[in-house]
């Protein structure tokens, strides 16, 4: 693990490069045209830790995804085992979670990658040397001016080789909350950023407050203006099956574990073919979520290295 202190010169990083304004012939695309009907793992992107969702979605170089949710349905424990299984490709991931100090955000991680709520020393030093060419941290905390992320963005890509970027959230880019013309000019400026440098994006956005948290929110609940989710490539909604949690505290009849404990929707992939939810299973000991009702925490690292 590593942290990108807040106190580095970003200055030359703060403007856009003219890298967007390349002009290239089609014919420099003829390979990449052939591997997109031939090759199907070709357009898949790196993939999620769930098996089940290997063959139908994935994220791609260059694209921007929104992650929506209401506030405590798991986006961050979510966002955190994807990383997990990102570095377990051999990915370069960077955190920016403005709202969670780095030794919280390494320590949920940590109880996902070893899938227990206390890992022994030995794994927690082992996982943390693993990460030490693949996992960075943006340590700050509190509001960061969005030209100063897009700066600190440009930086982990060209000197860090920095795959994957998360901001956690689109609140703590000092945009207020109903300035929809920053907010629209912000996701454009990611979405040009992640095409130049090839960086996928993942962007962490509220969804609005409903009346009540029993229906799961989609890509036109996420709060603040409709733009974003017109402009960026992916958007994956978390859900935590509030009524199941309920039904279970009050002995309620209905309650059944089979339901699911959360849900991952994909209410757009630009890219991709596959729109749909995902069922999951919460885990509470290693904050994991799992793929099936009777589906035990998993090693991750373990696992993944016998999926390469």
């Known amino acids: 693990m590593n942290l990108i202190p807040d106190d580095i010169d970003f200055s030359a990083y703060l403007e856009a490069t003219d890298s967007a304004h390349k002009l290239i012939p089609a014919v420099a ?6 591997s997109y009907f ?24 260059g694209e921007v995804t929104v992650w929506g949710g209401l506030n405590g349905h798991g986006k961050s424990l ?7 299984g ?7 991931v960077c955190i920016a979670s403005m709202e969670m100090r780095p030794v919280v955000t390494l320590s949920r991680m ?5 899938g227990t709520n206390q890992p022994d020393p030995g794994f927690i030093r082992e996982f943390l040397s693993i990460t030490d060419k693949h996992l960075w941290l943006y340590d700050q905390q509190g509001q960061v001016k969005s030209d100063k992320m897009l700066a600190v963005m440009r930086y982990s890509a060209a000197e860090l080789g920095i ?70 490539d992916n958007v994956l909604t978390c859900w935590r099956n509030k009524p199941k949690e ?8 209905r309650y059944s574990p089979h339901d699911p404990d959360a849900l991952l929707i994909c209410d757009k992939q630009r890219n991709g073919e596959w729109e ?19 589906g035990l925490p998993m090693d991750m690292l373990s696992r993944a290295r016998q999926d390469q």
């Open 163 to 232: 795959r994957h970027f998360v901001i956690d959230s689109l609140m703590k880019c000092g945009l207020a909350e109903d300035d929809y013309t920053g907010q629209k000019n912000f996701v454009d400026a990611l979405c040009s950023l992640g095409r130049d440098t090839g960086m996928h994006i993942h962007l962490v956005a509220h969804s609005r407050k409903k009346a009540n948290e029993s229906e799961a929110p989609g890509k036109m609940d996420v709060k603040g203006s409709g733009s974003i989710t017109d402009q960026v």
């Open 86 to 92: 990102l570095i377990c490709q051999h990915q370069r």
């Open 29 to 34: 695309f003829a390979e990449e045209v052939v």
């Open 38 to 61: 031939h090759d199907p793992k070709a357009n898949v992107g790196h993939r999620l830790p769930w098996r089940k969702t290997h063959d139908v979605l994935g994220f791609r170089q």
């Open 78 to 84: 979510v966002i955190g085992q994807t990383s997990i």
């Open 276 to 294: 749909g939810r995902i069922a999951l299973w919460f885990d509470p000991a290693s904050l994991q979520f799992v793929e099936s009702s009777n």
């Open 110 to 114: 940590v109880r996902q990658a070893a």
């Open 246 to 253: 309920e039904r279970r505290q009050a002995d309620d009849v």
